[in-house]
Each structure stands twice: as structure tokens, then as C-alpha cells.
């Protein structure tokens, strides 16, 4: 824009008004104002895929190569350039053969001999050096596809931790954000009968402004931890497809059809074990909703008897296949209510870390039923708390077969840049996959949005944003978050004040709390604590706990890091949560001891967060059998 000097100033100075003059009026207007403005629709990802790892398809985990980068010379060259010949780890080119070809080739990479790992896998366990590698590793494989006239072929992947670029025979298909969540990239018309050749650049890098930050308490498993795949699907076929019953009774449908056939199409839902079909009509938009009253003889999803239905989605050449457990799951005052009765929620949480003293995050159908059925049966859970990000869908899938309730979050942990449109556009995004690729898992109750977040205006904007998303993608199920209460102390009395502002914003509350752990009350004091709330909600005790290094016992004086400290901790911790009026549940930190930088006591730590009311290697510690006891009882008086 032209203009003199001082017109310039002008219109600058002008800018600089209005833009203060808009963060005062944002600043001004309260955040639960502001949260009453319906969001805009939320971010849907381009392909769900929905049931992706019940289609068939080629399976392309196995042997992959791999290359460290961390200057990222694959990427740019020394001033900024993209990277030349010779430093492309993508590139379609077996460089034996190009080097013999041509003697002044120089390359300075070569995947086709660099060493070869088995995927899944994080790569923290490919070879000792990598052990703290948070940057690029570049991997590669080859693979022979028939790809099928008139079918559409997709490379979907479970989740690489943090970032991905994805390239297929040379070119570049897409790039992913978030360690956790699924994504799939079209790559039809793009492969060869014979030999293709996958490239991916994982790069744990993580910034301010990502989710989650660079500080967490737990390892960063970086890399390709869960499938890879190749999928194919007619030419219109079932994206997304969500069946749920309604809190009336109901039973509900959402499909969307992805291709040129997508709109006015004939789709049916079959349930065959209920003799159950629905047929429909997709819309202009190629979506389908519709609900019919339940069938007959339908049984209720619920721990103790999770039944699961085979249910089809068909839409012409496409048959969408999914295992899907039905029932209800709403609150009543302070109360939860699964299938409209009060439930208790016995709870536990856990990190996605394998049993055992090398865990490496690739989560297998036998990984998760350990850990889940040690909750289920060796303490008497029905809840489990997979902290802080989404976990495999091995995981969610196993917590249906085995009947666990599931709370489910996304890494909104800690220090967000809560003030970044870039990162609430990654969190909404990052929820989106979660709760599209989950939202048919009967185990799942609760959406959570965040844990631990320092509380502002812009933080709980922020959060009142993703709880509204939650409700625009599943209003079937509870939106929480884990907060941090305030302590007040009067006349010798400890209160604990849950007063936090996103509080109604959320249809469960959720406190993390450690006293006698990270205070120094001594934990004859905890059973006095007074827990107060002027919301009438529900509370879970989400997070609780104290370090124990197993095997270390001293019942004599029951010093920090003993078993005996640990389990003295939960007795009087549960008697304080026993006088809670409006708790409904407990979800104490936790299952397992996981893998942390920040934990470096040389005896009792070197690494490890040693909360585990089990170790890395599945010995129990006095603690468990103390919760384990406490939940026994809990289950008796229920008549569970
Ligand atoms: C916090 C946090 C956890 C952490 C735990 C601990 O509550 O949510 O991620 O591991 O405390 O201090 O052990």
C-alpha cells in the first residue's frame, strides 16, 4: 500500500488501536460469555476411514529402514534450500545402482543399507544411541500392491509420534500432525504393480506451541508406534459411520459416504444377531442419519457383561464391518449413570507403556489385555483413565472385549499456548481424530479436554472451545477435564475448593491431588481433609499417588519411596475419598511405573516414575492390594 511517511504511521497507529481495542473487548467479555457463542463446525479430518483396522488390507508394519537426521539434511540443505541429490532420504533411487551408474554421484545417505527395524515400534529401542533422540528419523520399505481398477487405496496409519511426512515412490503424499491419533493419506492412481517404495520422515520434535509441549512427565516414544497400512475401498465407500443408542432408548445411525456416488445413495445398518436392518437414503451431502426404536433382546453394553454386536454399513459396492456395544451414559446431579443406574467408577490410569523392563509403546492385542485385566481382575476396576493422550485403538477395542469403562483425553497438558490459533486449531483437530476414530467404543464415557493447565482467560476460552467440540461431535457422551483444586486452611481445618471457571463447561468434574505426597500433611491428616464445590456435579479423583520403588520396604518408619509409605498413602487417601459426598469415581495415578525424564533419583528413580501400584515389570507393591481390597468391598456393597 502506498502513502507518505506519516499516512503510514497513521494507519499503522490506527491498526494498533483497533487491535487493543479488540483484546480489551475479548478480555472484557467473560469466558463463559464467550462460550455461548455456538462453535463454529468443528475441524473433521479429510479421510476418517472409519473401522480402518478391521477392513482388509496389506499390513506394511515389519522390516522398515532407518536413518537418524538430526539436522534434518534430508529436509534442507546448509542455507535453507530444500535438500539436494544425494541428501533426499525419499527419493525414488536405489543408490548402489545409481552410484555405479554414475562415479561422481555423491550421496550421503543410502536407506536401501541402512539397518532394519520391525515396526511398529518407537525408536528409542532401535539401538542404545537413540535412547533420549528427540528429532528425525527417516524410514523406508518397499512393497508390491495389485492395486484394483475402480477401487481407491488409502496408506493409513495408527499414529507416528509427533510429526509426519509421508512420500509414496518419490512424491511427497501428506504430512501429519500428533503423536496419537490416526491418519490416512489417498494414494490411488499413484501405485506401481510392483515395488513401491514408502518413505516416512518421524520427527518427535515438539515446540510451545504443539500438543503437547516439550515438558511432560513421561518418555516420548517417537516414531511409528502403531500400524501401518495399506487399505483399499470401492470407489464410494463408507467413511464415517457412528451407531450409538440414544439416552431415550434409541437406537442411532450417522454414516457419510466418501466418493462420486456418495449423494442419493441406498445405505442399510445390519445388526444379525438382532435381526436388526435400517435402510436409508444419503443426502446431497452423501450423509445418512436416522434412528429407529432399539431392537428386541438388544443387550446393554456393561462391565461385567460387555457385549458386542458385529454391525454392517452397507452402501453399493461397500460394507463397512464394526464390533459395537450399546448402552447409555448420562449424569443426574452428582451422580453418573451408566444404562440409567448409579455407577461407581473403580478406576485406574495408565500411560501406553508395555509391561517390561525395555517397553518401546507398540501396543499389541496381548500388551494391552496384561495390563487391562491386571485393572479388571487383580483390583477389581471398571474404569480406567488412558492418560494423556489417545491410546492405541488395540487398547480401546481391548477395554470393550474385556468391559472397562474408558476415560479418553488429548495431550492438553501443562503449558499450552493457549493464546496460539495455531495450537487451538491442532487440539481441535487432534480431538476431532480421537473421538472419530473411538466414538463407536462402547468403553469410552468420557471426552477429557485437558490436564493440569494452568488457569487464564485465554486457557479457559481455550478449553470451553474443545468441550463445545466434544458435545458438536458426541453429545452421547461426559465432557471433563482433569483440574487442580484450591486449599484453603481455617480454624485447623484443611478444605480442598474446587471453584476452577471451565468447572461449567464440563459435565464431570475432575481433581488431580496428591496430598502427603507433594505436601508434607502427614498422612494421619488426609481422612480430615474437607472437599468442598458449588457446582452439583460429580467429582473423580483422577489422579492420586506416591512413588514406591518395589522392593524397598521399612514398616519400621514407613520413609518415602517405600512400599510401606506408599501403601500407608492410599489407606488414608481412600478414607479422605470415602467422606467425599459427591465423588464418583477414583482414577489413581497409577497402573504401572512408566519411563520419565524428569525422575532421576540415582536409588529410586533413574528414569522411571515410580507410582505404579505395580513395576515396570508387573511385580505388585504393597499399595495394590490396599486398592485392590478398598474396590473389593466398593463392588460387594454395589452387588457387583
Ligand atoms: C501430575 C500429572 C502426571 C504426573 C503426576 C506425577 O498430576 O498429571 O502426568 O505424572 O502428576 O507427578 O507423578
Redesign the pocket.
Known amino acids: 500500500m502506498n502513502g507518505t511517511k506519516g499516512e503510514k504511521k497513521m494507519i499503522t497507529a490506527i491498526r494498533t488501536l483497533l487491535a487493543l481495542a479488540a483484546a480489551l473487548l475479548l478480555a472484557a467479555t467473560p469466558a463463559a460469555a464467550q462460550r455461548d457463542r455456538p462453535p463454529a463446525d468443528p475441524p473433521r479430518p479429510a479421510h476418517i476411514l472409519a473401522a480402518a483396522d478391521l477392513r482388509p488390507g496389506l499390513d506394511l508394519g515389519g522390516a522398515w529402514h532407518w536413518s537418524i537426521d538430526p539436522y534434518r539434511d534430508g529436509v534442507a540443505g546448509f542455507h535453507g534450500e530444500p535438500a539436494g541429490r544425494g541428501h533426499r532420504r525419499f527419493e525414488d533411487v536405489v543408490v548402489a545402482e545409481a552410484e555405479a551408474a554414475d562415479p561422481h554421484a555423491l550421496f550421503e545417505y543410502d536407506m536401501a543399507r541402512s539397518p532394519l527395524v520391525d515396526l511398529p515400534s518407537s525408536w528409542i529401542t532401535h539401538d542404545p544411541t537413540l535412547r533420549h533422540y528427540d528429532g528425525l528419523v527417516w524410514y523406508q520399505r518397499r512393497f508390491d500392491a495389485a492395486p484394483r481398477p475402480g477401487r481407491r487405496a488409502f496408506l493409513r496409519f495408527g499414529a507416528v509420534d509427533y510429526a509426519a511426512a509421508v512420500y509414496l515412490n518419490g512424491e511427497l503424499v501428506g504430512r501429519h500432525q500428533g503423536g496419537f491419533t490416526p491418519f490416512a493419506f489417498e494414494v490411488t492412481g499413484r501405485l506401481r504393480d510392483g515395488g513401491n517404495v514408502v518413505t516416512v520422515a518421524a520427527d518427535a520434535e515438539r515446540s510451545a506451541f504443539t500438543i503437547p509441549p516439550p515438558v511432560?512427565?513421561?518418555e516420548t516414544y517417537g516414531g511409528i508406534t502403531r500400524s501401518v497400512r495399506l487399505v483399499e475401498v470401492p470407489a464410494t465407500y463408507v467413511d464415517d459411520a457412528w451407531v450409538r443408542l440414544t439416552r431415550d432408548g434409541r437406537l442411532a445411525v450417522t454414516v457419510r459416504l466418501d466418493g462420486a456416488a456418495a449423494a442419493g445413495a441406498p445405505v442399510r445398518l445390519l445388526i444379525p444377531a438382532l435381526g436388526f436392518a435400517l435402510d436409508g437414503r444419503t443426502g446431497a451431502d452423501g450423509s445418512w442419519s436416522a434412528e429407529a426404536p432399539a431392537p428386541t433382546g438388544l443387550e446393554r453394553w456393561q462391565p461385567g457383561r460387555p457385549t458386542l454386536y458385529d454391525v454392517e454399513i452397507a452402501a453399493g459396492e461397500d460394507v463397512l464391518r464394526d464390533r459395537i456395544g450399546f448402552r447409555t451414559v448420562s449424569v443426574e446431579g452428582e451422580r453418573i449413570l451408566l444404562n440409567g443406574r448409579p455407577v461407581f467408577l473403580r478406576g485406574v490410569s495408565l500411560h501406553e507403556e508395555e509391561i517390561g523392563a525395555e517397553p518401546t509403546r507398540a501396543t499389541t492385542p496381548a500388551s494391552a489385555r496384561a495390563l487391562l485385566t491386571e485393572a479388571r481382575d487383580g483390583l477389581h476396576a471398571n474404569f480406567v483413565r488412558l492418560?494423556?493422550y489417545p491410546h492405541s485403538e488395540v487398547m480401546t477395542r481391548a477395554a470393550d472385549e474385556l468391559g472397562l469403562l474408558v476415560w479418553s483425553e488429548i495431550p492438553v497438558?501443562w503449558r499450552i499456548a493457549f493464546d496460539s490459533p495455531e495450537t487451538l486449531a491442532a487440539a481441535r483437530l487432534m480431538l476431532a481424530e480421537n473421538i472419530l476414530r473411538d466414538r463407536n467404543r462402547a468403553s469410552i464415557i468420557l471426552w477429557s479436554v485437558g490436564?493440569?493447565t494452568p488457569v487464564s482467560a485465554p486457557r479457559t476460552r481455550f478449553l470451553a472451545r474443545l468441550a463445545a467440540d466434544v458435545r458438536a461431535h458426541d453429545p452421547s457422551r461426559l465432557v471433563t477435564a482433569?483440574l487442580l483444586n484450591r486449599r484453603e486452611e481455617r480454624d485447623g481445618r484443611v478444605e480442598m475448593v474446587i471453584d476452577d471457571p471451565l468447572v461449567p463447561d464440563l459435565d464431570v468434574m475432575a481433581v488431580?491431588t496428591?496430598n502427603g505426597w507433594?505436601s508434607r500433611d502427614p498422612l494421619s491428616a488426609l481422612p480430615g481433609f474437607v472437599w468442598r464445590s458449588d457446582h452439583a456435579k460429580p467429582l473423580i479423583l483422577s489422579?492420586f499417588?506416591a512413588?514406591a520403588l518395589a522392593g524397598f520396604r521399612d514398616p519400621g518408619r514407613m520413609p518415602r519411596y517405600s512400599e510401606d509409605y506408599q501403601a500407608e498413602y492410599y489407606r488414608q487417601t481412600l478414607a479422605m475419598a470415602d467422606r467425599i459426598p459427591f465423588l464418583a469415581g477414583l482414577s489413581p495415578?497409577?497402573l504401572k511405573d512408566f519411563r520419565?525424564p524428569r525422575r532421576q533419583h540415582p536409588v529410586y528413580q533413574r528414569g522411571w516414575?515410580r507410582?505404579g501400584l505395580i513395576s515396570e515389570t508387573g511385580v505388585r507393591k504393597l499399595a495394590f492390594a490396599v486398592l485392590a481390597e478398598h474396590y473389593r468391598r466398593r463392588a460387594q456393597g454395589e452387588g457387583e
Open positions: 511432560t512427565d513421561w492418560a494423556h497438558y490436564n493440569e482433569a488431580n496428591y507433594y489422579e499417588g512413588d495415578w497409577i520419565s516414575n507410582k
